[in-house]
């Protein structure tokens, strides 16, 4: 049978505190790793949990549950495929695979997974879009550090005068 040892708060005070206690000063960073698969490196809101108001978070969090109300914040939403959302999410960047009714909003990357569904407009700098996925709304891109095209003069040669030259669509050329 292995060893087990377990730590007190009598242990860790003492060797942060540097006790002369031999028992004291193990090594308390032998335990299970904070990103280990079995508690995940960011907050995670299962299934079973629904929230109405607003959410507001940093970082990066992971929804499954279900909403109601305004999802914000600076960071990344993931929302996953057992997800139902109705209401206003606003976020960096949304990596989408349930059900929200409602506008998408980020600065950043939204990336539709083939089980996303929204009802609502997407608006995003980059969106990516998966075979599969849904989006009954607008869906428009900006990114305010790449200029606008000029359409101004997109039929120039029209203007001039060149336009008896052209043939409506369907005219044949055998007069």
Do not use: C
């Amino acid at each position: 049978m292995a060893d087990s040892k377990s730590f007190g708060i009598g242990n860790l005070v003492g060797n942060r505190f540097g006790s002369s206690d031999a028992s004291a000063t193990s090594d308390v960073s032998t335990g299970a790793s904070y990103a280990s698969p079995a508690r995940p490196a960011h907050p995670v809101i299962t299934e079973d949990v629904e929230i109405r108001g607003e959410i507001t978070f940093s970082g990066r969090l992971e929804f499954n549950g279900r909403f109601e109300g305004t999802l914000s914040s600076g960071g990344e939403l993931i929302v996953g495929e057992s997800a139902v959302v109705k209401g206003t999410i606003e976020v960096e960047t949304a990596d989408i695979a349930g059900k929200i009714m409602g506008d998408v909003i980020t600065s950043g990357r939204v990336h539709l997974r083939p089980e996303a569904m929204i009802y609502g407009d997407v608006k995003a700098g980059v969106i990516v879009v998966e075979e599969g996925a849904i989006v009954e709304g607008k869906i428009s891109t900006a990114q305010p550090d790449r200029p606008s095209p000029d359409f101004s003069n997109i039929f120039s040669r029209l203007a001039k005068g060149d336009g008896a030259k052209s043939r409506r669509f369907g005219e044949s050329s055998d007069d």
